[in-house]
């Protein structure tokens, strides 16, 4: 009996575990930088042990790709696409998730850029495997784009002739460089202008 | 006599060993990042010692500074400016050196993606002065190009109602995305999405 009570419960502690793991690694990495930051910083901010670390991720880079998998990709799926979806226009929505979550932000927070961002420029020509996980994780961005894109061309608010697929790669490419300016430039008034651009743009492909 | 002669020559060997060390501090930190470099690294790809390289520059952060000033500055002036000054309408000159540079930029080239864009991503949140540099060299290209649309504009290619600087933030941010979307995308394919999008932009502020 005892050791069927226990397993589950040892497995509920790994999952535990590293969730902790992934959080804190998830707030140093986004701060410090991937590179900047050491296995011994990450365990710092845990209650765990070390050993309890590399049980869960043998190296550092493991904990990097893992970083992308569990934490930064469904992050980036519930910040940009599933919002999109109470929309029938998905080209207000994403108007409207850039002028919530950047335009609104915090300069704190924006000092930062996006976690998916940094560790592309940061990682991606470091480690060929970190590479393949972010071009997934960048592709299943702009596919979710797209997808919400063509139910808004179904329901009439994008022209027929518009390459949907084209425009979900330059959308995910704006959010990464409205990120990226936002990051370098000490001006507030940066992001409206970036804004009207990109408005601007969907004036091409609307459905008028 | 001697001392005469002689510090000219010491000044030009000064200038020289400057210029070595920034030269390979640049090849080093564009393929491996800031952070993940050290003056150890940079001193072995030259012909220098350490005491050379620390008379030139007090700290790693204080080398960094110059390559943002005295390297990347110019390098984004004559890729992305002064290439503009030859065309009557910019719009086209922006769109030929996007196909000229990254288009048709080899894959390996464009794998560790923009200088500039790498170092705002990974040190602008870690150092204030180096944050302060890096906006000002953006700033820079902003106003670049800024000044160059304005020209467009006074010959009749750009709408008079235009907000220059507005297109000129986007035109950038446009840059940094390209190169940070290439360099975490596995996809040759990419660029010509981005391409016909911005493309498309333009054919909103054109005059016709």
Redesign the interface.
Known sequence: MRKKVEKPKKNRNLQKTRAEILEAAFGEVF???F??VSVDDIVAKTNLTKGAFYHQFPTKLDLGYSLVEEVIQPMTYSRWIEPLKKYENPLQGILDQLKQLIGKAHPVHL???CPL??L???M???DSIF??K??TA??NWIEGIEKELNRGKQNGFIRPEV?T???A??V???H???Y??L?????PK?FQ??Y???E??F???KNI
């Open positions: 701060t410090r930088g590179q900047g000092q930062y850029g961002n940094n592309v420029q940061e991606a020509p470091q590479k393949e972010l071009a960048l592709h390459d697929r084209q425009v790669h330059f995910v490419m704006a990464e460089g409205f990226g300016m990051k370098g430039l000490n001006d940066a202008a970036l009207n651009s990109i601007k743009y004036e091409t492909i």
